[in-house]
């Protein structure tokens, strides 16, 4: 069954958007699609069986508006969260993503590419 998300991307910020538990749905989103870019939190969404739920992968397909402009500037890092928005689109990587050992894999080649940008590689 697909669940589609209807409602459209928050604009950014304004003073009078209406706020939950002191945050407004900009920041919200923007901290929760943040924290995609751990691939443990991956790991444990996986184990906590969120992305088996049409709901919720109707919710993580609704956040790619997170690519574009003007929403893509607030990004910490921009590089691991949309990558791991995009694979979190396949199913076959929702599956995936439980086993631990593919959590380490994208840890360890997201610190490599930390260090080679660094470095100006």
């Known amino acids: 069954m697909d669940v589609k998300m209807e409602q459209s991307p928050p604009s950014v910020p304004e003073d009078e958007e209406p706020k939950y538990g ?11 699609v943040q924290s995609l870019a751990n691939p443990f939190y ?4 996986a184990s906590q069986k969120m992305l088996d739920e049409p709901a919720f992968v109707a919710y ?17 890092y921009p590089g691991p969260t949309l990558k791991h928005l995009e694979l979190l689109q396949e199913a076959r990587f929702r599956q995936d ?11 360890a080649e997201g610190a490599k590419a930390a260090v080679d940008w660094h470095r100006g590689d």
């Open 22 to 32: 002191g945050y407004s749905r900009f920041e919200i989103e923007l901290e929760f």
């Open 42 to 45: 991956l790991n444990h969404l």
């Open 60 to 76: 993580l397909s609704y956040l790619r508006y997170w690519a574009r402009p003007p929403y893509v500037k607030y990004l910490n």
């Open 97 to 107: 993503i439980i086993s631990p050992d593919l959590a380490q894999t994208l840890a």
